[in-house]
């Protein structure tokens, strides 16, 4: 147990390296103040930047415009309703074939009619 402890916070460190590397470089190339927050397997808190001064200006910042992230809100509703305008006109279509499936099934249709007939009515299932 006491291995595999040491193995994972052996990854964790070489991870916590790999990200605080890739947030200062967007940082940098994106010109924006970036912070991280990780917790080791110990459970001990660690940041990026280490330094309070310089990390707890981009919390605060975030807790500020906390609320004003409704827009990306705005745009899951928008796509779950489109999603579901989709879904509902498939459904429909999957109903109105099901009902002439057992319109045609479900009546006989198929008995005695010709082989073109046949073809005909497969056709028109295959449209629906």
């Not at 928008?78 to 099934?105: D, G, H, P, Q, T």
Request: a negative charge.
């Amino acid at each position: 147990m006491e291995k595999k402890m040491k193995g994972n916070m052996l990854n964790y460190k070489k991870k916590k390296e790999t990200i605080e590397k890739k947030t200062r470089e967007l940082s940098i190339l994106c010109d924006i103040k970036a912070c991280v927050i990780l917790v080791d397997p110990n459970g001990e808190v660690d940041t990026w930047p280490e330094n309070p001064i310089d990390f707890n200006p981009i919390i605060q910042s975030y807790k500020e415009n906390l609320n004003h992230d409704q827009w990306l809100n705005d745009v899951f509703r928008e796509a779950n309703e489109s999603l579901l305008v989709k879904l509902n006109s498939k459904l429909e279509v999957v109903e109105k074939r099901i009902e002439f499936l057992k319109m045609v099934y479900g009546n006989g249709v198929f008995e005695g009619s010709t082989y073109s007939e046949k073809e005909t009515m497969t056709a028109q299932l295959q449209w629906l």
